[in-house]
T-cell receptor, first 114, second 114 residues
Framework: AQSVSQHNHHVILSEAASLELGCNYS??????LFWYVQYPGQHLQLLLK??????LVKGIKGFEAEFIKSKFSFNLRKPSVQWSDTAEYFC????????????FGSGTQLTVLP | GAGVSQSPSNKVTEKGKDVELRCDPI?????LYWYRQSLGQGLEFLIY????????KSGLPSDRFSAERTGGSVSTLTIQRTQQEDSAVYLC????????????FGQGTRLTVV
């Protein structure tokens, strides 16, 4: 079964700092990859996704992620964070096999200081 | 409907009682997921329904947990003889069910077992 590892549990940054959140997955086959965000008091929503093609994907609010197949990684980046980016971020993987459940990492809480 | 709807939004129950949590997926979505989110934890997969296929129940933590999906639409997650460790936010998500489709989440049901 697939698994997802997010290395950082809590990240604290000042506004305008650059962000990179790590995500690694374990599955040898073809996968779809996702980053979801949960703002305080709100439901989970999709930030960006990778299905195929260009391994550098761009999402909403200036976020991007790069799929590096050889490293089984899908790290999330943003060049300059804002206070409004304070939220919890979840990486998720869906294996394109018989078991198509969506598996999530443990999440990274990002706090951006004004 | 416009989004995934879950009810109730909050539920407080006494230890040992049974509870039912409801999820109304987005119309036309054939895939439905249940997750559990505990404080400080990630999203724990519980069960996955895809069309008329047998559900993937591999994430259900004990035989006190069960779920059904009637008519390929509404789903009910039932927890029998609730325990305090069942306290969590229970999230439902739905997707189109194709290989490359994102999951849309509801607001969740916050269950508190006292």
């Amino acid at each position: 079964a697939q698994s997802v590892s997010q290395h950082n549990h809590h990240v604290i940054l000042s506004e305008a700092a650059s962000l990179e959140l790590g995500c690694n997955y374990s599955y040898g086959g073809t996968v779809n990859l996702f980053w979801y965000v949960q703002y305080p008091g709100q439901h989970l929503q999709l930030l960006l996704k990778y299905f195929s093609g260009d391994p550098l994907v761009k999402g909403i609010k200036g976020f991007e992620a790069e799929f590096i197949k050889s490293k089984f990684s899908f790290n999330l980046r943003k060049p300059s964070v804002q206070w409004s980016d304070t939220a919890e971020y979840f990486c998720a993987v869906k294996a394109l096999s018989s078991a198509r459940q969506l598996t999530f990492g443990s999440g990274t809480q990002l706090t951006v200081l004004p | 409907g416009a989004g995934v709807s879950q009810s109730p939004s909050n539920k407080v129950t006494e230890k040992g009682k049974d509870v039912e949590l409801r999820c109304d997926p987005i119309s036309g979505h054939t895939a439905l997921y249940w997750y559990r989110q505990s404080l400080g934890q990630g999203l724990e997969f519980l069960i996955y329904f895809q069309g008329n296929s047998a559900p993937d129940k591999s994430g259900l933590p004990s035989d006190r947990f069960s779920a059904e999906r009637t008519g390929g639409s509404v789903s009910t997650l039932t927890i029998q003889r609730t325990q305090q460790e069942d306290s969590a936010v229970y999230l439902c998500a739905s997707s189109l069910g194709s290989l490359s489709s994102e999951a849309f989440f509801g607001q969740g049901t916050r269950l508190t077992v006292v």
